[in-house]
């Protein structure tokens, strides 16, 4: 009876075994169809640019889900002083505004350590400049210093428009830096010259710059490099304190006061004075305040109005409603008849004297 019992058990487990082993196997079969499916679906999932040359595949963009474009990081060590939280590197100017955006000042930051944050960026920077009439005399300085001090190991461009293209010097540039002259109309009113500059830049960050900049720096170009320009500056939206009204009371501040202007801004209004000879950013934010800056001196043109300060007007009404991320103080860009005062440490960009009468004219 036991033998018996246990010979039917055998029977019995033998059929068990046997029906496991069919279904390991059909779940071997599955797996294995499951994972050629998914890894054809990664394999053309790759992003293009990191695709192995000479495969082909037909599938869409819009197959690719956006964490395919994600990339592996690699950390590198890096050797500085600690930062301490109860002692800010300087007390004697501001150094955030009370919509959290810092003011840049020498000592108040690292730049081994932020330019180790935007190299892994692989940025593409782009100085704008105008050379209008006259103004021509000031690129060769310009530029030359800029290779001296502005972005010095990144990837740069510079863009001078002008009406006078065989007047731009040619100059040999240092490596991963080009420049391109651009063809730009001329106005009769220097006024206009001036103020015209919001147009194009407009024009050109809605087209060619769309694709091709990561940050725009758009500046006066009768300036020359005295000292580091780098990425510091760099932020979505930043402007810059006027050498000559960083520390006087708002009423001072020389913004439009002519309530029918479109860029009136009140006594009771404004953070600062911002120079309308220094802004960037990203081309995006570049293209909205370009744009709006253009936008509000058409409509005053149609209303016979022209702000007091021309571009820079509308430049400080678009920064008092649309928060600068970064802005950059006077050492960014600074007139030595202003003298030097002790909290300037640094004298970064600084404006090249103009003989008026033979310049203006
Ligand atoms: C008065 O006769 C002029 S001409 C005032 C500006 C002029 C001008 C300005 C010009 O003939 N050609 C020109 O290209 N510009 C551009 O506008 C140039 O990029 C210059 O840096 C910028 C602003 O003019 P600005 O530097 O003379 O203005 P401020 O003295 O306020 O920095
Ligand atoms: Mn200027």
Redesign the pocket.
């Known amino acids: 009876m036991t033998l018996s019992v246990s010979r039917t058990d055998d029977r019995g487990l033998g059929k068990r075994c046997c029906c496991l082993l069919n279904v390991l196997l059909l779940l071997l079969v599955l797996c294995s169809f499951w994972f050629c499916i998914r890894s054809d679906r990664w394999r053309h999932g790759i992003p293009p640019s990191c695709r192995p040359q000479g495969t082909t595949t037909n599938l869409s963009i819009a197959s690719l889900s956006p964490r395919d474009h994600y990339k592996n990081v690699t950390s590198q060590r890096m050797l500085y002083e600690k930062p301490d939280a109860l002692k800010p590197p300087r007390t004697d100017i501001l150094m955030m505004t009370p919509w959290f955006a810092p003011i840049v000042w020498n000592g108040t930051y690292n730049i081994d350590v932020l330019t180790a944050q935007f190299q892994q960026r692989d940025l593409r920077i782009c100085l704008t400049?105008?050379?209008?009439?006259?103004?021509t005399v000031?690129v060769q300085t310009f530029i030359e210093t800029a290779e001296k001090y502005f972005m010095v190991g990144h990837k740069v461009t510079y863009y001078v428009f002008?009406d006078h293209v065989s007047n731009i010097p040619i100059m040999e540039l240092a490596e991963g830096r080009r420049l391109m002259v651009l063809r730009a109309p001329t106005y009769q009113r220097?006024?206009d010259?001036?103020m015209r500059?919001m147009e194009i830049l407009r024009d050109y960050s809605r087209q060619r710059f769309t694709d091709a900049v990561d940050y725009l720096v758009c500046v006066?170009?009768?300036?020359r490099f005295n000292d580091e320009v780098g990425v510091e500056i760099l932020s979505d939206l930043f402007g810059t304190l006027h050498p000559g009204m960083y520390g006087v009371p708002r009423k001072i501040y020389t913004y439009e006061r002519n309530p029918q202007s479109e860029a009136f801004i009140p006594l009771d209004e404004g953070d600062f004075y911002y120079a309308?000879?220094y802004f960037g950013g990203n081309v995006e934010e570049v293209y909205k305040l370009t744009s709006f800056c253009h936008n509000a001196m058409m409509a005053d043109k149609a209303k016979n109005i022209e702000a007091i300060w021309h571009d820079?007007s509308y430049l400080n009404k678009y920064f008092l409603y649309h928060k600068p991320t970064k802005i950059l103080s006077p050492e960014y860009l600074w007139d030595d008849s202003f003298g030097i005062p002790k909290f300037l440490k640094r004298r970064r960009f600084v404006?090249v004297p103009?003989k008026?009468n033979e310049?203006?004219?």
Not at 129 to 135: D, L, M, R, S
Not at 220 to 223: G, P, R
């Open positions: 400049v105008f050379a209008i009439k006259k103004y000031f002008t220097w006024q010259v001036s500059r006066d170009v009768d300036m309308g000879g820079e404006t103009k008026h310049i203006r004219n």
